[in-house]
């Protein structure tokens, strides 16, 4: 997408000008404050400028709404928050870093770079494996999403690189009609719970030309999220694309129309995955992967109802409804140490019109093919695929046909 040229320079409000620093150690918190609020209260579209050639430190902020206008918030330099856990003020949340409260009509881009500076926030002992001979130990783990839009709507990002984040780069909260295009997230592949783009209870989003590297979900879709596209991004490595984890102690959650189309993933734990706890209600519907590549993924297609972060997790009755999913043209290559196709759906809210055409997914090392595996899934190949899929249940079952069944929408 290509950016809109910057307005006249009297609506152009540069953080220089309002005593930015500018050299990465200096506070340039009030700067950037400041600026945005110049912006906000400007007619027309007001321009928050980070200057290329500049690396700005700035604390954990909230730039508010509503504005009078269009905001245009440019990242050409570099931004980072105070460098780890230690360096954080002791006043400030500790849950998140840049914030964008009610800030419709707002486009986020730039040529510049927002550096999570995560590494300390990753090394804390609470995180997994950190402690003492690989342990995880007690304490309190908060680390700041990096990147948090709230209650906005008429949102873009287009162009911005973002790397290292100590949680989630992105996070939409309550928000509608989001484009995020030609962007670039890079994290490590083992840095903990580092959700490349991570949206709930938003509506009308489309995903588009970007790439994703990190060390969980590369997309992750929460509930309340409706009519989600993403198409022509490359993740990896990471955990996938996904859908959930929904329906945690007991909740209630809701996820319809989410299309993935064209995409890459790569040296990933998961490819396309939906995932949903035991005890939960809602559905999740009319979901279309189509056009995947995978290259050496541990789960290219997943579903599983029985997801659990604690073991043993105690077997629950009610579930997440899961209908309506379309596997198409999904082709490439999946680490031979677990099924290619794994549909484990819940005992007693079988999945149903699970449905799969040119799907072809072959080992990445040996001439062995894993058989896929089902556990109460119902529906059909329209074409044969490889693995075939001989454990998938035909028809409706009595469950779905003689119960009223939890449907969102």
């Known amino acids: 997408m290509a950016e809109p ?28 404050r400041n600026a945005w609020d110049s912006a906000c209260q400007s007619s027309g579209t ?9 690396s700005f430190m700035i604390q954990s902020i909230i730039f508010a709404g509503p504005c009078e206008g269009r905001i245009v918030f440019q990242v050409d330099g570099v931004v980072m928050p105070p460098d780890g ?106 840095s903990p719970n580092t959700d ?63 299309t993935v189309r064209n995409a890459v993933i790569k040296h990933s734990d998961n490819g396309v995955r939906i995932k949903t706890w035991q005890g939960g209600t809602g559905s999740v519907s009319g979901v279309v992967f189509e056009g995947i590549k995978m290259d050496v993924v541990k789960n290219p297609i997943i579903i599983d109802q029985f997801y659990c972060l604690a073991k043993p997790c105690v077997n629950q009755t009610s579930a997440v409804f899961i209908s309506d999913v379309l596997y198409s043209d999904i082709k490439g290559t999946y680490d031979f140490r677990a099924p290619p196709i794994h549909l484990g759906c819940s005992d007693s809210v079988p999945c149903t019109n699970i449905t799969l055409a040119d799907v072809e ?13 089902c556990w109460n899934a119902y529906g059909a190949e329209r074409t044969l695929t490889i693995p075939p899929i001989m454990c998938l249940l035909e028809g409706l079952p009595r469950s779905v046909m003689d119960y009223e069944v939890d449907r969102c929408y």
């Open 361 to 373: 997914l072959f080992p990445a090392e040996g001439d062995e093919i894993l058989d896929a595996f």
């Open 85 to 190: 856990p230690d360096s954080w003020p002791q006043n400030n949340s500790r849950r998140q870093w840049l914030v964008f409260y009610r800030a419709d009509e707002l486009s986020l881009q730039g040529a510049g770079l927002i550096d999570g500076r995560g590494q300390k926030w990753w090394d804390l002992p609470c995180k997994p494996h950190k402690g003492i001979n690989g342990t995880t130990l007690a304490g309190n783990c908060d680390s700041p999403v990096a990147l948090r839009f709230f209650m906005s709507s008429n949102l873009t990002v287009s162009g911005i690189k973002i790397r290292n984040s100590p949680q989630f780069h992105f996070r939409f909260d309550n928000c509608r009609n989001v484009i995020i295009d030609s962007i670039a997230i890079n994290s490590p592949a083992l």
């Open 46 to 54: 007001g321009i928050v400028l980070a200057p290329s050639g500049r």
């Open 5 to 32: 040229p910057l307005p006249s320079p009297s609506n152009v409000f540069d953080v220089m000008t309002f005593g930015a620093a500018g050299n990465g150690v200096a506070d340039d918190t009030e700067p950037f």
């Open 196 to 258: 490349g783009i991570h949206v709930e209870n938003t509506y009308n989003v489309g995903i588009y030309n970007s790439v994703i590297s990190n060390g969980d979900d590369c997309i992750s879709i929460g509930s309340g999220s409706l009519n989600v596209e993403i198409e022509n991004v490359t993740c990896g490595p990471s955990h996938g694309i996904s859908i959930g984890s929904l329906g945690k102690q007991n909740s209630r959650a809701c996820v319809q129309n989410v």
